[in-house]
């Protein structure tokens, strides 16, 4: 028995809470205390790997199914039967379908063929095992994303997943032995333009990296990363990877602060503190597009002090654009007409000319 209701922990009311405890630990516990008394040969749990290493969203899941395990080795302290198997994806219609699915195979969770599954069930109870878990892991991915910012003890004897978390160490030696400056030189020679796209593909590059795509293909650069899903560890992988090819120390709630990769890009350069760059002709023209059509929302003619200080700002632009400086501007009547133009002109002169009514 089992029933989903995911949410993040500040979402998880008492009532969801209780809504997914009752099939899972409700029940398990009424049907142990019912056969407390019969001379069972067998008594199975099936359990979740939720319950054992945490899943995105389930905090009232994982809590359900570890109350299953605990209930099992306490019947076995008490010299009774009990196996509580924690079982990971099945396929053909198990309880992850869908999105849940698909983010379960990118985190190196793959669904088993039901037929495998029943086999080891049988397998773990001529084995009398107490609590055990049964999965088909790809260690490639799940390794670094249970390991990344803290100990790992679950996995750590298995083969696989050692030597895995071996090689990203070695990995990561070789990376932050680089110098970020390069990367800062790299973005310095370019427009600001180019550095968006350079900075945004490289977020985009990271992200397909952790949700183990095998391109950047599939990253929308304003998608969330809850929507392309990012759960807290992948946060903190994402946050490492970016460290490294930065030299930056940011925080592992990076992809929740910034939550599309476009804005986390913006971060980024900001963080970088990047020189601007030349910028192109029609960036320029699309600033000024943009400050013309906020200026009549933004200034109501009875703000005559918003309004002159405006008109000074644009003054000085305009001069700029000419090439006039400040010794010249005081010889040229272009200069002393703009100097001494009403606020009235200079708006009249954006309507007239930006096409801003």
């Known amino acids: 028995a089992g029933v989903l209701d995911d949410g993040v922990i500040g979402s998880l009311t008492p009532e969801r809470l209780a809504f997914v405890l009752r099939s899972k630990a409700d029940a398990a516990r009424h049907l142990d205390e019912l056969t407390r008394g019969l001379d069972l040969s067998l008594f199975v749990m099936f359990s979740s790997l939720a319950g054992a290493v945490g899943g995105a969203g389930q905090g009232n899941y994982a809590a359900a199914n570890a109350f299953l395990d605990a209930l099992v080795e306490q019947r ?26 698909e983010r379960l195979q990118h985190g190196g969770i793959l669904p088993m063929a039901p037929d495998d599954a029943v086999t080891l069930l049988g397998e773990a109870l001529e084995r009398d095992e107490n609590c055990l878990i049964v999965a088909d892991v790809d260690w490639k991915r799940f390794a670094p994303r249970l390991a990344t910012g803290r100990p790992a003890p679950l996995i750590t004897g298995i083969p696989e997943a ?23 030189a790299e973005l310095a020679a370019l427009t600001s333009a180019e550095q968006d796209r350079k900075v945004l593909n490289l977020v985009s590059a990271q992200v397909a990296d952790v949700l183990s795509h095998p391109n ?37 709630t990076i992809a929740f602060d910034h939550p599309t990769p476009r804005t986390l890009a913006d971060h980024l350069r900001s963080e970088l503190k990047l020189g ?12 000024l597009d943009r400050l013309a059509s906020e200026l009549t929302e933004l200034v109501p003619e009875s703000e005559e002090s918003a309004r002159g200080e405006i008109s000074l700002r644009l003054k000085a632009l305009l001069q700029l654009c000419s090439g006039a400086t400040d010794e010249t501007v005081t010889d040229t009547s272009a200069a002393e007409k703009f100097a001494s133009a009403s606020d009235d002109d200079v708006f009249d002169f954006i309507s007239n000319e930006l096409g801003i009514s």
């Open 162 to 184: 050692h030597s895995t978390l071996q090689a990203m160490d070695a990995q990561g030696a070789v990376t932050d032995a680089e110098p970020s400056g390069a990367l800062r």
């Open 216 to 252: 950047s293909d599939a990253i929308t650069a304003d998608r969330a990363f809850k929507d392309l899903g990012f759960d807290s560890l992948a946060s903190v992988e994402l946050r490492k990877r970016l460290n490294r090819v930065t030299g930056l120390r940011l925080a592992a």
């Open 276 to 287: 601007g760059g030349p910028k192109r002709f029609d960036t320029v023209l699309g600033d």
């Open 76 to 101: 076995r302290g008490l010299g009774l039967p009990g196996t509580s198997i924690a079982w990971g994806a099945w396929s053909d219609g198990g309880l992850a379908t869908g999105v849940g699915e």
